[in-house]
């Protein structure tokens, strides 16, 4: 297998060797996992204690993998931004599913951490910062049956003033909230999610929103299995249903209004999906470097073949101009008071784009043996396919960046 070799940046000693830590995890644990959740080893597991997703989330949480958008104040890794983005990178580039999991869990913890209440704080990341076994997981629920991209309208008219009821809904009642209804199925980590990071509307209105922190052992709360997927299969989804669920009100989120929020969280995702998806595209690209040195046509390896020697290079400057793209954006967003989402959105959908054109590529280059079941180029493909829909199909995305833009 190549391995890759960065421009020299002169990056600080601490991201050369996260690099490598995160490199070697990526390859000798997440991958293989990862491969045999999806030729159907286990298939959605609602729990993490015995299965082979749980191991690998566990070894991840044990390296502290779950803390890397976490700031170090609140128990995070403590890397400078461009050291997160090697991580995710790597993360990426062992298994877009896990990697995206890992994100997806510490995104309550970087909405309640933006809350600021101290309680909250204490009750919500301090365990999760702390955590090492992957017995603390979050998951982020703003999908519904009847709502996907309409949620990620930003700025939007759908957004603002939707014209299809909620599907979770919550009503005041003393101190307290009742939730009731259900988010999609396609909630990451869904199944086996400790708690939640819910979008609920907010009765009697409604286009009033509100994020709720909900520890998803509430009495009431029952979960549905996912329906099996084309891509990312190792990656846990599922729905969650809410019955008469009663709520405290002190976990409902502040924030400086639910668009900004939603603002806020989507452009610190988009900007970490954009790193970890850069890491599946160097995957796909490696995969066919390899595979071109060793395969014989014409009675000569393929990679002599200028029409093969032109396809690696412009997949190789695909995945450089993801990496340039994602890691400025991370960067800025991390450090940034206020993330831009529009940029946020640029990187998610170009990287995810790119990354699905280098992924085709290399399916290409591999001619008849990339479509046998079980060669990881296959799953790659697939992989990076539903990146272009996942946290917002890019055309829809494309639209709530024009918003932005022309504000
Ligand atoms: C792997 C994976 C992980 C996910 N993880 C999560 C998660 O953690 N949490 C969560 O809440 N959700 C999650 N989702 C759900 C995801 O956010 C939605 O799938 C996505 O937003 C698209 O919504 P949809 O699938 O309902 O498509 P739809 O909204 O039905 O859209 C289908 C198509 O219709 C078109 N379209 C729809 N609306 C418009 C419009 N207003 N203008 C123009 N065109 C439009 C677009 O072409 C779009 O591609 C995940 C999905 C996947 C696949």
Not at 137 to 143: F, H, K, N, Q, T
Request: aromatic share 8%; hydrophobic share 45%; proline share 4%.
């Amino acid at each position: 297998m190549e391995t890759y070799r960065e421009l020299n940046l002169g990056l600080p000693a601490q991201c050369e060797s996260i690099r490598s830590e995160a490199h070697h995890f990526a390859m000798e644990v997440m991958r293989p996992a990862a491969m045999a959740i999806d030729r159907g080893a286990e298939a959605y597991p609602f729990s993490v204690a015995d299965s082979r997703l749980g191991q690998v989330l566990k070894a991840s949480y044990g390296l502290g993998y779950h803390l890397a958008l976490i700031p170090e104040r609140h128990g995070g890794l403590g890397l400078p931004s461009i050291g997160v983005h090697i991580l995710l990178e790597e993360l990426g580039w062992g298994s877009a599913g896990i990697g995206l999991s890992l994100v997806a869990s510490s995104l309550p913890a970087t909405a309640v951490i933006a809350d600021g209440r101290p309680e909250l704080i204490a009750q919500f990341v301090k365990p999760f910062a702390e955590n090492r076994d992957a017995s603390w997981i979050g998951c982020w629920a703003l999908s519904e049956p009847r709502h996907g991209s309409d949620h990620f309208l930003v700025g939007s008219e759908e957004f603002r003033y939707p014209t299809t009821r909620a599907q979770l809904v919550a009503r005041a009642d003393g101190n307290e909230y009742v939730i009731e209804g259900q988010k999609a199925s396609w909630v990451t980590n869904g199944g086996i999610a400790t708690h939640a990071l819910c979008s609920v509307a907010i009765e009697p209105s409604k286009a009033a929103h509100c994020f709720f922190l909900i520890p998803l052992t509430t009495p009431g709360i029952s979960r549905e299995e996912a329906s099996g997927k084309l891509g990312q299969r190792e990656m846990n989804q599922g729905a969650l249903v809410f019955d008469n669920v009663r709520v405290p009100r002190a976990w409902a989120l502040k924030g400086e209004g639910f668009e900004q929020e939603v603002a806020r969280l989507l452009a610190i995702a988009h900007s970490s999906m954009a790193a970890v998806i850069c890491g599946t595209a160097r995957a796909a690209y490696e995969e066919a470097l390899t595979h071109s040195k060793r395969r014989w046509q014409g009675g000569k390896r393929i990679c002599e073949h200028q029409l093969v020697q032109e396809r690696l290079f412009k997949m190789f400057s695909e995945v450089e101009a993801c990496r340039a793209l994602s890691r400025a954006t991370l960067v800025h967003n991390w450090e940034a008071a206020m993330p831009s989402l529009e940029n946020a959105i640029a990187a998610k959908t170009y990287c995810t784009r790119t990354a699905f054109e280098v992924a085709d590529q290399a399916m290409q280059l591999f001619g008849a043996d990339g479509f046998t079941p079980g060669n990881l180029i296959e799953k790659l493909f697939r992989d990076t396919r539903v990146s272009t829909i996942q946290q917002g199909a890019n055309e829809v995305l494309g639209l709530a960046g024009a918003h932005r833009i022309l504000e």
